[in-house]
């Protein structure tokens, strides 16, 4: 018996045969350094780059944070949905109605979309989990067209045409009159650096997450539920309930995403909130063509996916049809990804979740890791 064997933060050994469970390497204790040099790096930006750049950024944060939660619930659970612009445009509304009806304060208003998210999304589960393969991709889908058909006849939030925030409510974020008081920066700016302060703390805590959720015995779990369900259930895993946690969590940190988006933005509509190209079509694209089953995939997939916005987005039609045929070739060549492809070719793993087992007399890889 090796059951004492999954420790996720260290090697474990066991008694009788001397072997070890590890899940880190030198690239990853390298990685940890990069992490916090590249987070330290960016607290610091907003006082060094113009307000265009800024934004790019928040964008670029706000991506990969959905990007990340959509590879959770696709690459770890096996739960492919094509509905997360559900909970995008649901936690942006209860934001949205929170600050003109309530007038409550910008954190608080984000706090309550991301907490009505995973509210909403425990009856949608209740409905979508009863579904399997692509009929459970399509009922995400219907679930979030019936969200925005609902939301649409809120008059109250200007209906089916939207509504405007407040002018200025970004700027009674926490910390934003300092900024101005104390760095001379105007309020407009002010409220955007902290806009991207908050996008940068959501996408290191959703990373932070992820990667202490599959490194644990939970993660393990999750993993021989996508792989094999009923084998994963004879061994006293409970499919359901660890698909259910992971689901609720998803829709959560999208709900938190979805209301600071719409917070910077400072306009709502049910099209723009509940679009499924923005907040759906494209985190897939981000994912799939970066690396599903991989924390650093959505990373390098959001990097890439700018890129081709900034080259190809006046192009019209064109730009689409440059994403789906990049999406296309990469699956055909490169069915684990750019990153997938790296690492298959150098061995690389910044931030490993498989299980080495070493220590006796040969040393193999136990399943826990994105592909096994």
């Known amino acids: 018996m090796v059951h004492d064997t999954l420790s ?31 987070v330290a790096a960016g607290i610091v930006v907003p006082f ?28 770890y659970a096996g739960l492919v ?14 934001m949205s109605a929170a600050v003109i009806l309530g007038g409550l304060n910008p954190v608080i208003a984000i706090t309550l979309g991301g907490l009505a998210a995973m509210v909403v999304s425990v009856p949608t589960a209740f409905f979508v989990f009863r579904l399997h393969g692509a009929y459970f991709a399509i009922g995400t889908w219907v679930i979030a067209e019936v969200v925005r058909l609902s939301l649409a006849q809120w008059k109250v939030l200007g209906g089916g045409t939207g509504t405007s925030l407040p002018s200025g409510v970004a700027r009674e974020l926490p910390g934003t009159r300092l900024l101005a008081e104390w760095f001379g920066a105007r309020p407009a700016q002010a409220a955007d650096m902290m806009c991207y302060w908050l996008a940068l703390l959501l996408a290191s805590a959703t990373i932070g997450f992820a990667y202490r959720l599959l490194r644990s015995k939970q993660g393990l779990g999750l993993a021989a539920v996508r792989d094999n369900r009923e084998a994963a259930r004879s061994v006293g895993i409970d499919p359901n309930r660890i698909k259910f ?51 650093e995939g959505p ?17 019209g039609s064109w730009y689409l049809l ?9 699956m055909l060549f490169a069915p684990r990804g750019l990153w997938g492809l ?4 150098t061995g690389l ?24």
């Not at 780059?49 to 670029?60: E, G, H, M, T």
């Not at 440059?322 to 990469?330: A, D, E, K, S």
């Not at 490993?352 to 592909?371: E, F, Q, W, Y």
């Open 299 to 315: 990373i390098v997939g959001v990097i890439v996916f700018f890129i081709l916005q900034n080259l190809f987005a006046d192009y």
């Open 245 to 295: 946690a992971v689901y609720l969590a998803a829709a959560f940190v999208t709900g938190l995403t979805g209301a600071l988006i719409y917070l910077q933005k400072a306009r709502i509509s049910p099209d723009a909130a509940f679009s499924v190209t923005d907040w759906t079509a494209y985190v897939i694209f981000i994912v799939v063509i970066g690396g599903i089953g991989t924390i």
């Open 342 to 345: 790296f690492a298959e070719r």
């Open 322 to 330: 440059v994403l789906g045929l990049l999406g296309i070739v990469i």
């Open 81 to 94: 949905s094509v509905g997360q612009q559900a909970f995008v445009g649901f936690g942006a509304y209860v």
């Open 48 to 75: 060094f780059v113009p307000r265009a750049v800024l934004q790019d950024l928040f964008f670029i944060l706000t991506m990969l944070t959905l990007a990340q939660c959509w590879n959770l619930l696709a690459g």
């Open 349 to 372: 793993q910044l931030f490993p979740v498989r299980r080495i087992l070493a220590g006796g007399p040969l040393t193999k890889n136990i399943k826990g890791g994105p592909h096994g």
């Open 8 to 38: 996720p933060d260290s090697a474990s050994p066991v008694p009788s045969f001397g072997w070890t469970v590890s899940t880190r390497n030198r690239a990853s204790s390298f990685a940890v350094l990069l992490v916090a040099a590249m």
